[in-house]
């Protein structure tokens, strides 16, 4: 398993459940990816990031660098060729296509969330209570009733509000704030203790984990994958199956076995502090910013404010004026909001696939090689139902959920 994050963790558990022997080889340490400092929201059924208009009004703040969206200008080939694939999946077609796909899934990946964390008795301050989408214009809110119009023809029950119902379930919110959708089937935990723990488990079931063991290259013979080779640390030979599950990390692998993975790191920041005087506010509920695309989410004494979307390359360069830009919505939001000083503030990549679907299944035609990534904002929801699509995979050879997202629908 190259990858120590939600995914490949996942992918662990279910395969070492399935009685698979396996390695977890992490570049870094657990947890110090995209996976742990993520918004901390198990956020099922919501339509791709391709969407019809969303070229538009990322061209009107595409350069300003404390927009929900950023591009930083440079000359990146790969880049420019992922926007305008991009753009082609902007249609409604693509939107009920991933729909049919992602609403399915997180109904399972809700369910999986559940029985995993009972069973295994992990305590990451996992609360089922759902989230809201905060609006502070009739234009989001507009598009927010929108988007719950298509969630709910899919099975799932959200429920449109007024800024008065807002602010009676939510007091700390402002008086501008015109409504919004309560989402209910969605949660909330605190990531890296889920990470944490989810490790811990995956080592008592006997899977090895290393870290700082970043993999170079993959070895292949015959047309089969045999090993990895470990910066360091020489090649590690003898594996029936290869899972790259390292998020954006995997492109250059892919590229091992001639395949372009069209995936992009997309940046993501956050700023957790800590509620009370001069603080944050004591939310009850999670909350996302509609027309900022900010996470507002309670984590036991915090608040964590996390979002953005920053195309800049294979980089964890931190941009004050994103920092900055998470603060600012936020206090529109929160009048109550103080200025006391971030207890964290943290910057990670997410795999951005060009089509806003996961891209999970055998590589390369490479017997063994398999892939999971591309899951963008969509990683800890997405977690453990992968995990298990990946171990039937493997082991019982086949998911019939895996179809849509295998990597051969982009040749």
């Known amino acids: 398993m190259v990858g120590g994050g939600v995914i490949g963790l996942s992918c662990a558990y279910y395969l070492a459940r399935g009685g698979a022997r396996v390695t977890v080889l992490e570049r870094r340490r657990i947890g110090a990816g995209a996976s742990s400092g993520n918004a901390g929201t198990v956020s099922a059924g919501h339509p ?56 399915p899934l997180g109904k399972d990946a809700l369910r999986l969330f559940e029985t995993l964390l009972r069973e295994e008795r992990i305590e990451c301050g996992y609360r089922g209570s759902g989230y809201y989408d905060v609006c502070s214009t009739e234009e989001g809110l507009e598009n927010a009733r929108h988007e719950a119009e298509i969630i709910e023809r899919y099975g799932y029950h ?58 170079a290259a993959l070895n292949v013979a015959a047309g089969r994958v045999t090993g990895v080779q470990v910066g360091g640390a020489g090649r590690l030979e003898g594996a029936d199956v290869v899972i790259l599950a390292a998020g954006p990390w995997v492109v250059p692998l892919a590229a091992q076995v001639d395949v372009r993975l069209p995936v992009q790191p997309g940046k993501g920041y956050h700023r957790d502090i800590e509620i009370g005087p001069n603080g944050a506010p004591p939310l009850r509920v999670a909350c996302v910013l509609n027309e900022t695309s900010v996470f507002c989410t309670p984590m036991d004494t915090y608040v964590r404010f996390a979002g953005t979307m920053e195309f800049s390359g294979m980089n964890h360069a931190l941009r004050p004026e994103r920092l900055r830009q998470l603060s600012r919505a936020a206090r529109d939001a929160f009048p109550a909001l103080g200025t006391a000083r971030p ?69």
């Open 158 to 215: 959200p429920e449109p509000l007024d800024g008065d119902e807002l602010r009676r379930r939510e007091p700390a919110l402002a008086h501008d704030v015109v409504g919004g959708v309560y989402y209910p089937e969605a949660a909330t935990l605190r990531p890296s203790l889920f990470l944490e723990r989810l490790a811990g488990v995956c080592r008592k079931m006997g899977v090895e984990i290393r870290e700082g063991a970043e993999v």
């Open 343 to 411: 207890n964290s503030q943290w910057v990670g990549l997410r795999p951005m696939s060009v089509d806003g679907l996961p891209i999970v299944g055998t590589l390369g035609g490479v017997d063994g090689l398999f892939v999971a990534t591309g899951h963008g904002m969509l990683g800890l929801t997405l977690g453990p139902v992968t995990g298990e699509i990946v171990a039937n995979l493997v082991l019982a050879g086949g998911d019939e959920r895996a179809q849509p997202l295998l990597p051969d629908r982009f040749a």
């Open 48 to 103: 791709p990031l391709n969407r019809p208009g969303r070229v538009s009004a990322a061209v009107r703040q595409v350069l300003d660098s404390t927009s929900p969206l950023y591009i930083q200008p440079r000359w990146d080939p790969a880049l420019w060729r992922w926007l305008v694939g991009f753009a082609r999946y902007c249609t409604d077609e693509h939107v009920e296509h991933a729909m049919g796909v992602m609403a």
